[in-house]
Every structure is written in C-alpha cells, then in structure tokens.
C-alpha cells in the first residue's frame, strides 16, 4: 500500500490522520492495561516499539488512513496484537528483520483473470496461454493447509495475486474455512462475478477489506483501461455489495475500497473518480503504476536499493510454489512449493537468503525480473 494516493486533498488528509492518530493513541493510553493484558510473549519487545512510534513526535508512525480504519475496528483485547502486526509490516523490511514467518501472506484462489488491463502481466501470452502451465485453480485442500501453518503466525493475509479470486468456484468454501483465524484478510477483486450471493459470503466471512478494482469514473475510460470490463455491471454489483452490507450487515466491520491503477493522469480524473465511487464505499485510492507488463525484457529500472518484499510477504501460487513477488508473475525467483516444505522453512531458506543478499549486495542489476522492477 506503500504508493496509495487517497483522493482527499492533502492538507485534509494530513490533519485527519493526525487527528486519527491522536485519537488512537488515547484510546491506547486509556485503555492500556487491558490492551497490553492481550499481548503474547513474543510481541512484547515489538509493543514497546509500537508504544514509542505512537508518542514519538520527532519520527511518528506514518499511519495510513486505511490502517487508522482498520485498527478502530479493533476492540481493545486484540488491538496491541494488530498494531504489533503493522509494526511488523511497516518496519520489518526497513529494518531487514526476519521471523520464522512473514509479516503478510498473499494467497492465489487462482491465477485466471476474465479481464487482459493494458497495464497488468496478464496480457503476456506466456502467462494467459494454457499450454504454458501458469493457469489453474488453487484446491479447496491446499487452501486449508496453508491457513492451518500460518494461524496463529501470520495475521495479515491477502486473496489475490496474477488471477481473479472470485473464478474459483471453492471461494466460499475458503472464506469460510478462514473466518476468524487473521487479523487482517483482505480480498481483491474487479467485481465483475460480484453476485448477491458471493456478496452474502464475503460478509459472513468477515473479511476485514474487500479491495474493488477500478480505474476511473468514467465508462469509456474505465473501459479501455480495463479490457473485457462492463463499466454498468461493475458498478451496479459493488452498488448491491454496499446495499447488502447496509441492509443485512449492519454490524458488519468489513471495510470496502475501490483503487485504481493511475496509469494515465491526462485520461483519468480523480475527481469524477471520486464522485463516482465515493457514496458505494469506504475509501478510494489510487496506485501508482509501476511498469511490470514485462519485466522479463525491459530495460533496467533505476532502483538500486534492496526490495522490501523479501522481508515483508510471500506470495504462495495455485499449485503451491512460493515466489518472492508477483512481478516475477513466471516464477524465474520461485524459492520452492508448499506441497514439499514448510512456509516457514521457505521463509527461511537458502534461496530466500541468497535474493535478500544479492540485493543488499547492490547486485539487484543482475537478477531478472528484480533488474527492470520498480519496486523499493
């Protein structure tokens, strides 16, 4: 979430998150025996760390406006452990600090998308062709087993990586399989199989973020950006999401964003982007767009410095393979498969640690597709 622009303007959006910030370090100052009488043994020397960032004037923790979001839905006996799970997030790759697992698990329902965006990997042929071996389905069975290594161990956990997650049919069976067992479980989606049903199924899992994909407010745009799209059907099912959520989840504290890809600011206005999705959720974003159509034959970025991905998630595919990121989306980097071994062992593994000492190496500029990444 490092390159979100929220579409609010950027004096309003400092005072609101200095105003949020201070609200939850009251709320933590407040409530501070009962918040710390829910840390675990092993958080404690991060929740000194959290304590210090929250009353640090000099160097305050950064809180996004969706982080701020996201800890206000915590009630106070889990609240330490979220904020010691960001700590973790924002300050472990910086810090170049290991644990036995990563701070975020990306998990891949599938790696099948109905739409080709002009500015995603899925228009490379040696991705979207069946014949090359990268389509597929992730099984109901290895979808458990993933969430029964990591409960406990990993609370931030994302749906999404090359596909489309809403296409796997055992979706439902999923969500429900991870209800209740992360802190943090977010979905990305462009929507187009948003039915009233998955709607339903979504909000009864209680995902924490459910992240709608959308470029601009206005259909013509939206649609040559995002090709294969249906600017109407988008936007009527993410209408029927909201309405659900209002009518038959009213305590529901699963929080909706639509972010888009600002891939061309002469087309793409922010503010009938605004406009148009503002009244449908909770936030908007924008995401800087990043040139990874393909990275495999591009010219070398500029970025010299190590990548923050490898200390901060992994991105587990359909079929098990582990891959550092999801601009290598061909898997050259592929560090192993959790049919064979561990999350934790792969966390740690010897191909793991010889990318993180390449790029701390300055050796970044021989490594493909690390070389044409934009990444930090």
Not at 51 to 62: A, H, V
Not at 149 to 174: C, H, Q, W, Y
Not at 278 to 287: I, R, T, W
Not at 294 to 301: E, F
Request: net charge neutral; proline share 4%; charged share 25%.
């Amino acid at each position: 979430m490092e390159n979100n622009q929220y579409l609010k303007g950027e004096s309003i959006l400092k005072i609101n998150l200095n105003l949020e910030t201070s609200e939850l370090r009251s709320r933590v100052m407040n409530n501070l025996a009962e918040i710390e009488s829910s840390i675990i043994t092993t958080d404690i020397n991060i929740w000194q760390k959290v304590k210090e960032s929250l009353n640090s004037l000099d160097k305050p923790w950064p809180l996004q406006q969706h982080v701020l979001m996201e800890a206000r839905n915590q009630n106070d006996i889990v609240l330490a452990r979220y904020l010691c799970a960001r700590y973790r997030y924002d300050f472990y790759p910086k810090q170049q600090i290991l644990d036995e697992y990563p701070p975020c698990v990306q998990i891949e329902p599938t790696s099948i998308c109905n739409f080709r965006c002009v500015f995603c990997f899925q228009t490379d042929i040696k991705l979207n062709k069946p014949n090359q071996g990268h389509m597929g389905q992730m099984t109901f069975e290895m979808f458990k087993s993933i969430v029964d290594e990591i409960e406990g161990k990993v609370d931030f956990v994302t749906l999404a990586s090359r596909g489309e997650p809403l296409l796997n049919k055992k979706l439902p069976e999923m969500l429900a399989y991870a209800k209740g067992k992360f802190l943090g479980l977010k979905i990305n989606t462009n929507a187009s199989h948003l039915t009233d049903e998955m709607s339903r199924v979504i909000l009864d899992s209680g995902v924490s973020t459910v992240v709608f994909s959308a470029d601009a407010g206005d259909k013509d745009v939206y649609e040559s950006l995002r090709v294969n799209g249906n600017f109407d059907k988008v936007m009527s099912n993410i209408s029927k999401f909201n309405q659900i959520r209002k009518l038959e989840f009213s305590n529901s504290k699963t929080l909706t964003r639509v972010s888009g890809v600002l891939f061309n600011p002469e087309k793409q206005d922010m503010s009938s982007h605004r406009e148009a999705w503002e009244n449908l959720v909770d936030q908007v974003a924008f995401v800087n767009y990043l040139p990874w159509e393909n990275p495999y034959d591009s010219k070398p970025s500029e970025v010299d410095e190590p990548c923050s991905d490898l200390w901060r998630r992994m991105f587990i595919w359909w079929d098990g393979k582990v891959n550092p990121c999801d601009v290598d989306y061909l898997s050259w980097l592929s560090v192993g498969n959790v049919k064979v071994h561990k999350i934790s062992e792969l966390w740690n593994s010897e191909g793991y640690s010889s990318l993180r000492k390449s790029h701390n190496d300055n050796m970044r500029k021989s490594i493909t597709p690390c070389k044409s990444c934009f990444v930090k």
